[in-house]
């Protein structure tokens, strides 16, 4: 940088000093961790010894021994191909209404939102307790109107439809977003609509709805992303069980890393995933061009 | 309900003069109709998603004996408050709580201190492979926490961090990928002529950045201290991994402790959970703003 002229001297250097913090946070907190962890993803690594080197055993095992990646992976997908697409259309049609401007909309958003803001770990408690197969709120309700209860997280069939349940909770955050999304659509669109003498239903078809891609398409894939990571809730509520019904791909990650100290098996699990997470990203971004609808401005 | 507001007596009393036909055809009727049938909605949606707040608050308050019965109670026959100060006193909740407060401290400080410095330093000086380092902080948000995740815990094993708070506290002062892109975002909309001309009377880039920078971005850093408070008071995995002494925990993870320990004590559960909730739902009330517009600015959803 000896060619630089004084000013331009000064600016490299304070551009430097500015960003250092994150300069030196992500060599040691993103750098090193990403490469390290394809090394020890090649290792039988215990933390208490060494770690030695073994190859492609951890993948091998992964794929062709160990009964329960598969399990967590099935699992994991399962929840995803419920949880998602409901949460979706859940909180898509929950915002179409609250974008009425209706008396007591601010109320309402208010309600729906909150059960965001709970930390996971209380809400799960709660959880458990709202879904107790004898004396629980559902059951109750269920009872009530002369149904029979369900034995929801102690049955192997219906532990993960319960998680799906409670993630439907959750909603009120995306259903913001998409608020937000519906809120930034032109009127001068809908009022071009009504110039050409067009329904509700051809509205929502041919405005609403394209308009509203976008804002769909950010929350599949940070959906997808956090999916793979769904932790806390089955760590507390189930902790894998019944029968491993859920025991979800981060559980057992978890498990193998902080339980059982394989350091080395479990890198190789995260790199799966990375994989993983990434593939489907990319397909979704592929596949954006044929559905995700940009106006004359991205939001 | 909905009450008869002067627009509803306005459209029964024209039903009178039209016939029925072009009554349920005009526009009016079918907006009424439409808002109506909204609310109902949103009514029953509404009570749905309260009632698990109302099932943990009265709970908390019912005596153990009208926990187990069925029907429920849904007004317990009479408030046992002292649920709260035994749930209170049964685990050192006093310290989970200061613990709590300590991370959120430290970690909404160190946040929002780096990453508006980083911030500042790719958006408002230009400097040589400035745009190239950018595009790759971009990607570094794209990596699942989970592949850093056993790496970093090795770290902090090697150093003999594990078992103290600094694993927790210490990354927070190198910035974090997200936040500093949203805060740049904000910068990169200031016009250049302010800094031209404080530069022209000599201002260091530092003050610059106190002085021109960080006044007119209040409404970004509360949203950026607000998401760390929120992240740091939920989370479950760090301080899990991390910790390891009972004084030392937090409130997720102390109130984790009293899942196992009081068993089917629901009432006590649900006082101890309340008592973590409360703060969180009395910031939100009070930052309602910031939030919703943090929300829809940076899609993150708590």
């Known amino acids: 940088m000896l060619h ?5 001297r000064r600016d490299f250097i304070n551009g430097l000093l500015f960003t250092s913090p994150w300069l030196i946070g992500t060599v040691i907190f993103t750098i090193y961790p990403v490469f390290a962890s394809i090394f020890f993803s090649f290792t039988d690594y215990s933390v208490l010894k060494a770690p030695k080197w073994v190859g492609l055993a951890n993948y091998v095992e992964l794929f062709t021994k160990d009964i329960y990646f598969p399990k967590s992976m099935y699992n994991t997908i399962y929840y995803a191909a419920l949880s998602l697409p409901l949460g979706l259309a859940a909180s898509v049609g929950l915002a179409l209404l609250l974008n009425k401007k209706l008396f007591g909309m601010s109320v309402y958003r208010t309600i729906f939102y909150l059960p965001n803001i709970l930390p996971t770990v ?3 408690i709660l959880w458990i307790w709202l879904l107790n197969p004898n004396y629980g709120l559902f059951n109750s309700i269920l009872k009530a109107v002369g149904l029979r209860g369900v034995p929801w997280l102690t049955s192997p069939t219906w532990s993960k439809p319960s998680f799906v349940l409670m993630s439907l909770w959750g909603i009120g955050g995306s259903m913001v977003i998409y608020l937000a999304g519906l809120q930034d659509i ?14 509700g239903l051809q509205k929502m078809l041919n405005v609403t709805l394209p308009m509203l891609t976008p804002t769909i398409f950010f929350n599949l894939v940070m959906g997808l992303i956090g999916v793979f990571g769904f932790f806390t809730q089955a760590f507390i509520m189930t902790n894998g069980g019944p029968l491993d019904s859920t025991l979800f791909y981060m559980l057992y990650l978890y498990r193998n890393a902080f339980v059982y100290f394989k350091m080395g098996y479990a890198s190789a699990m995260a790199w ?3 994989v993983i997470v990434v593939s489907l990203t990319l397909l979704v971004f592929k596949s954006s061009g044929r559905w995700v609808y940009y106006g004359g401005s991205i939001t | ?5 002067p627009e509803m007596a306005a459209t029964v009393h024209t039903v009178h003069r039209q016939s029925l036909r072009e009554f349920l055809a005009s526009k009016r009727t079918r907006q009424f109709v439409d808002h109506f049938l909204s609310h109902l909605v949103l009514l029953v949606l509404g009570l749905a998603f309260f009632l698990p707040f109302y099932w943990l608050v009265s709970t908390s308050v019912k005596p153990n004996s009208e926990l187990f019965i069925l029907p429920p109670k849904w007004i317990p026959s009479r408030f046992v408050w002292q649920n709260y100060p035994k749930a209170w006193n049964y685990l050192p909740f006093g310290t989970y709580f200061k ?12 946040t929002v201190l780096s990453c508006t410095l980083t911030a500042y330093g790719f958006s408002r000086i230009r400097w040589p492979g400035r745009d190239a380092l950018f595009l790759f902080l971009i990607a570094t948000m794209m990596i699942p926490y989970q592949v850093t995740l056993i790496p ?3 770290i902090f094993k090697w150093i003999g961090w594990v078992g103290s708070f600094k694993p927790l506290t210490w990354p927070a002062l190198t910035g974090s990928a997200f936040y500093i892109f949203l805060l740049r975002q904000f910068y990169m909309t200031i016009p250049t002529e302010l800094s031209e001309a404080a530069k022209m009377d000599g201002a260091s880039e530092l003050r610059i950045f106190l002085q021109v920078i960080v006044p007119l971005t209040r409404p970004a850093m509360a949203t950026v201290a607000l998401f760390t408070f929120l992240g740091t008071w939920t989370d479950f995995l760090g301080p899990l991994i991390y910790l390891s002494r009972e004084s030392q925990y937090t409130l997720s993870l102390g109130l984790r402790g009293y899942l196992t320990r009081f068993g089917a004590n629901w009432e006590m559960l649900m006082a101890g959970t309340t008592i973590t909730v409360i703060p969180i739902v009395i910031l939100f009330f009070f930052t309602q703003r910031t939030f919703i517009q943090g929300i829809t600015l940076t899609g993150i959803k708590g």
Request: charged fraction near 10%; glycine fraction near 2%.
């Open chain 2, 1 to 5: 309900m909905v009450a008869r507001s």
């Open chain 1, 272 to 274: 799966i995933l990375f």
């Open chain 2, 152 to 154: 970093t815990f090795l």
């Open chain 1, 4 to 8: 630089l002229s004084a000013a331009r």
């Open chain 1, 122 to 124: 209380a809400m799960s």
């Open chain 1, 186 to 199: 032109p009127q001068h669109l809908y009022e071009a609509a009504d110039l050409d003498g067009a329904n």
């Open chain 2, 99 to 110: 613990n709590t407060l300590y991370l959120c401290a430290f970690n909404v400080i160190a």
